[in-house]
């Protein structure tokens, strides 16, 4: 690194300071997993669906996601409890809104809790064939995360922006049901931008009449793109490690190709045609991974 590169960098003043950083220096000056929650975007659809198969509908969902990262810059514990609302005005088309409390505990921090807003998400889902076919659900939409945290954290990515479009297909039987999902994400923050691909899918059984549903399965993301901040503004390519998250090398480095396998178990009990109850827990399932431990828990109200 020259002289002419560190005194331009300084006088850039402090945002363009830390990227360059973290595009010159040889390791990241700031990095993370999810903003905000550690698991990544495919987990996140997977617990705000609620074990409802995908189709648009009007419901009201109480929703606690945890999440352990016992590696990475940030290792802790952050919980995250959402009211999730989703209206259909009509059985094809609806829109959602997530508005989540956050607390979170950090190692660096002695875990001492931080409390706060976090990271608002709003939804749009379309069922093409809502009208007619209840066992055979194709699903269609998008998730928009908007950078409203306000807990910030030892080691913070900044503001964050995630654009996740996904396609669902969910078909059931008497007894037994499978669901697959392929999800994009395009994440963007201060240091750069990543893009991933998500594939998932899971198999169930329904038991006594329905009322209780069993389940597991797995989510594999691929890390497709990486670009870096310039200090001079503007992005770079690159097939390293994304700044902003992850450290070359380590189990949570990112580069392109990079490969996070998860497990999931789920469960619902409609204890009501109004309502039901959801638990997830998600376990990662190879070296490469942006958190040890998750799960959620949910109550739910149909409309």
Not at 20 to 25: E, I, M, P, R, T
Not at 203 to 212: N, Q, Y
Not at 274 to 300: E, M, N, Y
Request: hydrophobic share 40%; glycine share 12%; with cysteine.
């Amino acid at each position: 690194m020259t002289r002419a590169r560190i005194t331009l960098s300084w006088r850039a003043g402090a945002c363009a300071t830390a990227c360059a950083a973290v595009c010159l220096a040889p390791s990241p000056a700031r990095a993370h997993h999810t903003p905000g929650h550690a698991a990544s975007e495919g987990v996140r659809t997977i617990n705000s669906l609620g074990g409802t198969g995908g189709r648009a509908r009007t419901r009201l969902l109480l929703l606690n996601e945890y999440t352990y990262t016992g590696l990475g810059l940030n290792p802790g514990h952050t919980y995250l409890l959402s009211l999730y609302g989703e209206y259909a005005p009509i059985p094809e088309v609806s829109i959602a809104a997530q508005a989540p409390l956050q607390v979170s505990a950090f190692r660096d921090n002695d875990y001492a809790p931080l409390v706060g807003y976090g990271n608002t998400r709003v939804s749009l889902r379309v069922t093409p064939h809502a009208r007619k076919l209840i066992h055979r659900v194709l699903s269609t939409g998008f998730n928009l995360a908007l950078p409203t945290r306000t807990v910030r954290f030892p080691v913070d990515p900044g503001r964050t922006w995630v654009v996740a479009p996904y396609l669902m297909f969910t078909r059931t039987y008497a007894q037994t049901y499978w669901q697959v999902i392929g999800l994009g994400s395009v994440e963007s923050r201060p240091a750069g931008v990543g893009v991933d691909l998500t594939l998932g899918g899971q198999v169930g059984t329904r038991l006594f009449k329905s009322k209780l549903s069993t389940g597991f399965g797995m989510l594999l993301d691929l890390r497709v793109a990486n670009w870096r901040g310039l200090p001079g503004g503007g992005y770079e390519f690159t097939t390293e490690t994304r700044p902003g998250e992850g450290l070359p090398n380590t189990a949570d480095a990112r580069p392109v190709g990079a490969t996070r396998i998860a497990g999931t178990l789920n469960a619902s009990y409609n204890f009501a045609r109004w309502g039901s109850l959801i638990a997830t827990v998600q376990v990662p399932l190879t070296t490469k991974q942006d958190f040890t431990f998750g799960g959620s828990f949910g109550f739910q109200v149909f409309f």
